[in-house]
T-cell receptor, first 115, second 109 residues
Framework: NAGVTQTPKFQVLKTGQSMTLQCAQD?????MYWYRQDPGMGLRLIYY???????DKGEVPNGYNVSRLNKREFSLRLESAAPSQTSVYFC??????????????FGSGTRLTVV | QKEVEQNSGPLSVPEGAIASLNCTYS??????FFWYRQYSGKSPELIMF????GDKEDGRFTAQLNKASQYVSLLIRDSQPSDSATYLC?????????FGTGTSLTVIP
């Protein structure tokens, strides 16, 4: 059982380049999330998908787009990378009924550097 | 005002001592609360959750929730060097989590 799989693990981009971060989960979770983590800022929500076919903006959506391809897969796209997007990106998934304490399962992260 | 606030530390305790990590939250509608541990360079992993007032114990870990004071804490008994990590507090409101910035804990052998 792989849980949440993110690719790639590391990436260096030049300013203005585009790329897509891939995320897949095999736990049959309905909800999926993209976070970025920066020193001193904690985890900040970029976009989330409460269920297949829906996506919503989080706290810091500017410069990103997402696609919920199917129940398993949720991708994050940077159309024109900027140095401010240098960060560690985490994908996560969860059951919808968080009140029962399922919490998130996180992927291993993507370390992105934009030069 | 941040939804979830934590003292960033660093917090240092000697091996075998009790480590106490604290967290406050602003949204009274928050339903459940989670503690994640994150080792350097790794992803967060869930260690405890709590949604009722009072204490919840799991091995060496005890989570405490006081909804009237909007306060959540995590106690780690018999701290071990392997507990050295950043601990993230999270509050669930609706379909989202709000994370604190984390408290760095170092357990000194």
């Amino acid at each position: 059982n792989a849980g949440v799989t993110q690719t790639p693990k590391f990436q260096v981009l030049k300013t203005g380049q585009s790329m897509t971060l891939q995320c897949a989960q095999d736990m049959n979770h309905n909800s999926m999330y993209w976070y970025r983590q920066d020193p001193g800022m904690g985890l900040r929500l970029i976009y989330y998908s409460a269920s297949e076919g829906t996506t919503d903006k989080g706290e810091v959506p500017n410069g990103y787009n997402v696609s919920r391809l199917n129940k398993r897969e949720f991708s994050l796209r940077l159309e024109s990378a900027a140095p401010s997007q240098t960060s560690v990106y985490f994908c996560a998934s969860s059951e919808v009924r968080l009140v029962y304490g399922y919490g998130y399962t996180f992927g291993s992260g993507t370390r992105l550097t934009v030069v | 005002q941040k939804e979830v606030e934590q003292n960033s530390g660093p917090l240092s305790v000697p091996e075998g001592a009790i480590a106490s990590l604290n967290c406050t939250y602003s949204d009274r509608g928050s339903q459940s609360f989670f503690w994640y541990r994150q080792y350097s360079g790794k992803s967060p992993e869930l260690i405890m959750f709590i949604y009722s007032n009072g204490d919840k114990e799991d091995g060496r870990f005890t989570a405490q929730l006081n909804k009237a004071s909007q306060y959540v804490s995590l106690l780690i008994r018999d701290s071990q060097p392997s507990d050295s990590a950043t601990y993230l507090c999270a509050a669930n409101t609706g379909n989202q989590f709000y994370f604190g910035t984390g408290t760095s804990l170092t357990v000194i052998p």
